[in-house]
Every structure is written in structure tokens, then in C-alpha cells.
């Protein structure tokens, strides 16, 4: 069965995207202490305590294999430096996990530096052609035009706006769905 290799390493022109390994921890605690970052997202700033119990969890899921409800979600370091700078992922949308979603978070002191698309781009190339999947589905809030952005330009379609979920997914109502299948990323 196919799962992560923890020994995978994505290089793009400037990025380095790898998952986690128990040494980031501290410098990814530190990244995520800024509320800015967590305006569009549906949690908050966690405690050390919390934080470890999430990034155990976070290196725990590459057990999970390919054909299993899987959610990955790895580190984004600047080549040149070995610099924590975010993070992204891809898995299985909360709300139906039929689809797989891709996700990312860029620190606020490298916004606007075209690295969220970058990891975005390879990300994708990653799941069409290891993964193995068919189609990928990007959401994000409607204020967030930055997100918006990279989602179409790393060449999503917009599909729908999200509505009539339940209570307990009532975050997702609003959003912005977007998709991109395999043979059109291909293109």
C-alpha cells in the first residue's frame, strides 16, 4: 500500500517542501503564535501543549495511505536558508471526504513573494502524479482575494459558492469552491 515516504522532498526553484519531522516543532510553534494567520482558517492560536498534540497527530497521519481518507500536511522551508516560512497540504475535505483538498499557509513576513503558488504548483504535481489522484478541490473565504489569487492562477476553475451544510460544518458555508482535474492540470 502506498503511503507518504517521510524521506520525501519536494524542490521547486526556491522552496524545499518535506514532511514534518519532530525537529520543526519549535519553529513551527513559533510561525503559528501570529492570530493574523489564522483570520480564514477555522482554528486559533494553540497553546505549546495543543500545538504538540496537533503536530504528533500531523506526523502520525503519513500512516495513512493513498487509497485510506488521508490529510498530509508538510513543511515549506526557503531553500537558501532552511527558513520555516508555512506550510501546505492536501486530503480529504472535512465536509465529504470523496474529494481531496489542497491547502497551504504562508507566514505573514513572506506574503506576496509568490510562495504560496509556488508550493501550490508542486503540491499538485505531487498529487496527480504520485498520489495518483483525479481531481483536487481548493476553497477558500470570499475576503480572501490573496487566496483567490493563487487558486486561479495555478489554474483552478471556479465551481460554486458553499451552501446549505450543517451546524457542524457551518464554517465552510460561503466559501469559494474551486477544481482542477488531472487532465485539465495536464493541459
Given at each position: 500500500m502506498n503511503r507518504i515516504d517521510v524521506?520525501?522532498?519536494i524542490e521547486t526553484e526556491r522552496l524545499i517542501i518535506k514532511p514534518y519531522g519532530i525537529e520543526d516543532l519549535?519553529?513551527?510553534?513559533?510561525?503559528?503564535q501570529d492570530k493574523i494567520l489564522f483570520r480564514y482558517l477555522d482554528m486559533d492560536v494553540?497553546?505549546?501543549v495543543e500545538y504538540k498534540r496537533l503536530f504528533t497527530w500531523l506526523i502520525?497521519?503519513?500512516e495513512t495511505t493513498?487509497?485510506?481518507?488521508f490529510r498530509y500536511s508538510f513543511n515549506i522551508t526557503l531553500k537558501e536558508s532552511g527558513k520555516h516560512i508555512g506550510w501546505c497540504g492536501i486530503g480529504v475535505l472535512d465536509y465529504d471526504v470523496s474529494y481531496k483538498e489542497i491547502y497551504y499557509l504562508i507566514g505573514q513576513k513572506?506574503?506576496?513573494s509568490g510562495y504560496a503558488k509556488e508550493a501550490t504548483k508542486a503540491l499538485l504535481?505531487?498529487?496527480f502524479n504520485v498520489i495518483g489522484l483525479n481531481e483536487i478541490v481548493a476553497l477558500c473565504k470570499k475576503e480572501n482575494i490573496a487566496s483567490q489569487k493563487v487558486i486561479k492562477k495555478v489554474g483552478f476553475e471556479f465551481k460554486y459558492s458553499v451552501k446549505g451544510l450543517?451546524?457542524?460544518f457551518d464554517f465552510y458555508n460561503g466559501e469559494l469552491y474551486y477544481s482542477l482535474n488531472k487532465k485539465q492540470y495536464v493541459k
Open positions: 524521506t520525501m522532498r519549535s519553529e513551527c510553534f513559533h510561525l503559528m494553540l497553546s505549546l502520525d497521519s503519513y493513498f487509497d485510506d481518507d513572506y506574503w506576496n504535481d505531487y498529487g450543517p451546524k457542524e
